[in-house]
């Protein structure tokens, strides 16, 4: 419930923070508080993918795709996500956490997010996203059209990423996905 305030927070902000593209690199400034931290007084590992929703969230308000997903009744859901860690954020650290579209294929919209304190980066993430309405998935074409971008020629998912996604992926919700252990 806490990330509600926060979300509500990076949307307030978000309106007096300058306009951004999708393809921009967003940042947000921000203090590892004690609702982030554990009992070892670090950010949980849990936690960090809430602070990197916060980051895909901003970017969103503030490239003016949150209104359009509004307007067409678009949900953004993770559809797989993984991260690495380098060093603890302790309680009361003060970072910064980084957002950066890197491209998309025919089913997802891949970022790259950091944690950096002071020019260094303690963790990392890559997270594959799709858009849902009531009839299903929405197309990257579809999202494109509507928001009215085309990616840059430069952004280019790496190939160990897009394999990793596929390799990784469960059965889409319309198919079985039975419960058996292996071995």
């Known amino acids: 419930m806490h990330m509600i305030f926060r979300v509500l927070m990076v949307y307030?902000?978000?309106?007096?923070?300058?306009?951004?593209?999708?393809?921009?690199?967003?940042?947000?400034?921000m203090r590892a508080t004690l609702t982030d931290v554990d009992f070892a007084m670090h950010i949980n590992n849990g936690m960090y993918f809430s602070i990197f929703d916060l980051g895909r969230f901003d970017l969103m308000f503030r490239s003016g795709v949150w209104d359009v997903m509004r307007k067409n009744k678009w949900t953004p859901v993770v559809q797989t996500e993984t991260i690495t860690f380098r060093k603890s954020v302790e309680l009361g650290k003060k970072f910064s956490q980084?957002?950066?579209?890197?491209?998309?294929?025919?089913k997802c919209i891949y970022f790259e997010q950091r944690i950096v304190v002071k020019g260094e980066i303690y963790a990392r993430a890559y997270i594959a996203t799709r858009m849902t309405s009531r009839k299903g998935a929405v197309s990257n074409e579809e999202i494109m059209k509507a928001v009215g971008l085309e990616v840059p020629k430069d952004r280019v998912v790496p190939q160990w990423l897009l394999d990793w996604r596929e390799?990784?992926?469960?059965?889409?919700?319309?198919?079985?996905?039975?419960?058996?252990?292996?071995?």
């Open 167 to 183: 390799n990784g992926a469960l059965p889409g919700s319309r198919k079985p996905a039975p419960h058996n252990w292996i071995g």
């Open 98 to 106: 980084e957002t950066r579209l890197l491209g998309m294929d025919e």
């Open 12 to 29: 307030l902000r978000s309106k007096k923070a300058p306009r951004l593209s999708m393809f921009d690199t967003g940042s947000l400034t």
